[in-house]
């Protein structure tokens, strides 16, 4: 488990995918109960990607 958490995705997500595409890491998975993505901060490095190719600005530092 994580203790540290760089972005989370807010409720703006419309689950286009983009993010998932552009993560290098492949930290951005699908949430099923709320069918939107979520980061798995256990993955997640920081690096912004998602945050910067977002259209909708759904993707927020924490």
């Given at each position: 488990m994580s203790y540290?958490?760089?972005y989370h995705i807010t409720d703006d997500c419309?689950?286009?995918g983009a993010c998932e595409i552009?993560?290098?890491?492949d930290a951005i998975v699908?949430?099923?109960?709320r069918t939107v993505?979520?980061?798995?901060?256990?993955l997640c490095s920081g690096c912004?990607?998602?945050e910067t190719?977002?259209?909708y600005?759904?993707?927020e530092p924490t």
């Amino acid at each position: 488990m994580s203790y540290w958490s760089f972005y989370h995705i807010t409720d703006d997500c419309t689950a286009c995918g983009a993010c998932e595409i552009i993560c290098p890491i492949d930290a951005i998975v699908w949430n099923r109960n709320r069918t939107v993505y979520a980061i798995d901060n256990d993955l997640c490095s920081g690096c912004g990607a998602c945050e910067t190719i977002c259209p909708y600005a759904a993707i927020e530092p924490t």
